[in-house]
């Protein structure tokens, strides 16, 4: 009984003490939850370099416009994938709803027209127009000089929302963007004036109302591009425009309708901003903060990695170069890092940040913009290549059958995993158009099929030696007992290297042997020097390139081939000598409606994955990198900073 006493009085005991710690644990995270709902809420981004200005005339860097995007709230958001969003407008017009619409105007020799490439032109015989009605090349047609021509002139209105305010409490009216466009039009403005020169009239209709009117010839749906975001008139009316560019208060404080307002501007360590209290969007409780710092750190990803919010305790047996969690990262420390930051030098660390335990210490997301490593091959019939041994009477890689089958023999999973930590994305087809469908497939890596088709065409594995190249026999009209053996040229990295080595270790799975040629940075771009890639003396050249082409037309046409006839200043590296391209390329120049272009861009998309003169090889696209838990970052990856205001973390983040 006394046993039983005491084993009663022990549960009772470790039932009061367990008790004691709950509630100590609840107070400390009411307590931490009563200090983030009490006092001021504060955001801070780490910025990779101090932008120049905020006037957004000459806000032309990354870090400029995503301070401007707290500012300036839209007006208007281009999503990634081409979707349009009105911000402050009531919709988008629509040639559907009337609130966009063609007028057949009569033009005769030396008017002023916009011809079907966007160029404003004196009418001239021979000028190529749209005829009225007609909004595709299928029916553009040069006019002939004598006969009566009538072309078209659209009209587009732009209805804001009502009750608009300046960030000083100054009502916001359709003026302030009529403003906005006679600034831009002055030649002191420093920006492209082809939207402006397109323009014949723009035209205040009432406080809310905006009526666009373009010269005849244009043919457009991509209305977007002309309509002028609003600057307060109130505010800088007094200045010229050349002095807008100087004037204080305009390049360090602008005044904007945006979720948040300037507050101190320290040059060299931080841009304070504070809440707008006059923002469109506040009844919906957003922003969620008071403040929003972005703190001026540098380019490289070490020293934004040290300045993020987040425990390194569990990491110390790693030795990383992450910096400490003090008192000063806690207090000043960064809750996201912008993509203004290269982090390309950190992938090794976000893989143990992100993947050593169960719960990452940090959040990574994706944007679609980057770079992206190319394949190029060399498809001239004949030409001199680095190494004399190299060179072919007859080139075997202008056949398109050859090619794909060595597309089956690139690794680019491994390439994936050993070099970018899985954090680069590999695609197994070449992609200009971004197809959600597609953005985290594998690719086809098959060296067997590879294999197949090289035997199946009359290439020969003749001494059973996988790491020399097979050689021809009877293959199309390639003399017997020419070898796979191809130059591999690349910029000189350690990426690089790494990665094509892994490309010449998967191709000779497949009989192709590859002889890689590292070339310094300044030579392979320069064509000045013999080893650049512009006077094709290669095989095979892996080039990065800007993540999703939005016209590769200069990239594959012929009147773009690198030769010393134009300099070796032609972008078609490959040499890809195509009508079927060419005349795509021309019509897709002379597209003006979103949907025509998008069929086109399709179609070549179409045709390169079935001529393969170039592979997409691997893309890396910037990774934002936050605390483990933010949250509102998901239209980050369409949008950039356009929803800024939604930025949250802590808390608040799981109600």
């Not at 190494?387 to 202008?398: E, F, G, H």
């Not at 019509?587 to 179409?606: A, P, W």
Request: hydrophobic share 35%; net charge negative; proline share 6%.
């Amino acid at each position: 009984m006394k046993y039983l006493s005491n084993a009663i009085l022990l549960i009772i005991i470790i039932f009061f003490i367990s008790c004691c710690a709950a509630s100590s644990i609840s107070d400390e995270s009411i307590k931490q939850i009563d200090e983030e709902e009490i006092g001021d809420r504060e955001l801070t981004i780490c910025l990779g370099y101090e932008p120049r200005s905020l006037y957004p005339y000459q806000a032309n860097s990354q870090a400029a416009q995503e301070v401007l995007q707290a500012i300036y709230d839209g007006p208007i958001d281009i999503l990634s994938s081409g979707q349009i969003e009105p911000v402050i407008l009531k919709k988008m017009p629509d040639l559907s709803d009337g609130s966009a619409y063609f007028t057949p105007v009569s033009v005769s020799e030396g008017d002023e027209v916009v011809n079907t490439y966007g160029d404003l032109v004196a009418l001239q015989p021979g000028t190529r127009v749209f005829p009225s009605g007609c909004t595709s090349p299928a029916c553009a047609a040069a006019w002939d000089g004598i006969s009566e021509l009538q072309i078209d002139q659209l009209t587009v209105t732009f209805e804001l929302l009502g009750g608009l305010k300046w960030s000083d409490g100054q009502p916001l009216s359709a003026s302030d963007s009529l403003y906005a466009f006679q600034v831009a039009s002055d030649p002191a403005t420093p920006i492209s004036k082809r939207a402006i020169d397109q323009t014949a009239s723009y035209t205040v209709m009432d406080d809310t109302t905006i009526e666009w009117v373009g010269k005849p010839g244009l043919v457009t749906d991509a209305f977007e591009g002309y309509f002028w975001p609003p600057m307060p008139e109130h505010a800088w009316g007094e200045y010229i425009a050349e002095d807008l560019l100087e004037v204080e208060e305009v390049n360090r404080s602008p005044l904007g309708w945006g979720a948040y307002m300037v507050d101190e501007w320290l040059p060299g360590a931080f841009i304070r901003l504070r809440k707008n209290p006059y923002y469109f969007r506040a009844d919906e409780g957003l922003p969620a903060f008071d403040f929003l710092t972005f703190k001026i750190t540098n380019p490289n990803g070490d020293t934004n990695i040290s300045n993020l919010k987040f425990n390194r305790e569990p990491f110390e047996y790693f030795n990383l170069d992450i910096g400490d969690f003090d008192s000063e990262i806690r207090e000043n420390g960064c809750d996201l890092i912008s993509t203004t930051a290269d982090m390309r030098d950190q992938l090794s660390v976000l893989n143990i940040l992100t993947n050593y335990y169960q719960d990452p210490s940090v959040s990574l997301y994706k944007r679609d913009e980057g770079d992206q490593d190319i394949l190029f091959f060399n498809l001239r019939d004949t030409y001199e290549s680095f190494d004399p041994y190299l060179s072919k009477a007859k080139n075997p890689l202008t056949y398109a059958d050859l090619r794909t089958a060595m597309s089956f023999c690139l690794d680019s999973e491994r390439v994936n995993e050993k070099v970018f930590y899985r954090l680069n994305d590999i695609s197994p087809e070449w992609s200009l158009i971004k197809n959600p469908l597609e953005e985290n497939s594998s690719p086809v890596f098959n060296p067997e099929q590879g294999s197949k088709m090289l035997e199946a065409m009359g290439w020969i594995d003749h001494d059973g030696d996988k790491r020399t190249g097979r050689v021809a026999s009877g293959f199309q009209d390639i003399p017997d007992g020419t070898s796979l053996t191809f130059s591999y040229l690349i910029i000189d990295t350690k990426d690089n290297l790494a990665a094509a080595n892994i490309y010449k270790e998967s191709l000779a799975e497949c009989g192709v042997d590859i002889i890689i040629k590292p070339i310094p940075v300044e030579q392979f771009w320069n064509p000045a020097f013999d080893t650049s890639i512009f006077h094709g003396h290669f095989d095979l050249a892996q080039v990065k390139w800007s993540t999703f082409i939005n016209n590769p037309c200069p990239l594959i046409t012929s009147t773009n081939i690198s030769n010393k006839e134009k300099g070796y200043t032609g972008l078609n590296f490959s040499a890809f000598n195509s009508p079927l391209i060419d005349a795509q390329c021309s019509k897709h120049d002379e597209s003006t409606f979103k949907y025509d272009r998008k069929q086109i861009l399709s179609n070549i998309q179409q045709i390169i994955a079935e001529e393969k003169p170039m592979l997409k090889l691997y893309a890396y696209r910037e990774i934002l990198v936050t605390r483990n838990d933010f949250c509102g970052t998901t239209a980050v990856m369409e949008t950039g900073f356009s929803h800024i205001e939604e930025f949250d973390y802590g808390v608040s983040c799981h109600n």
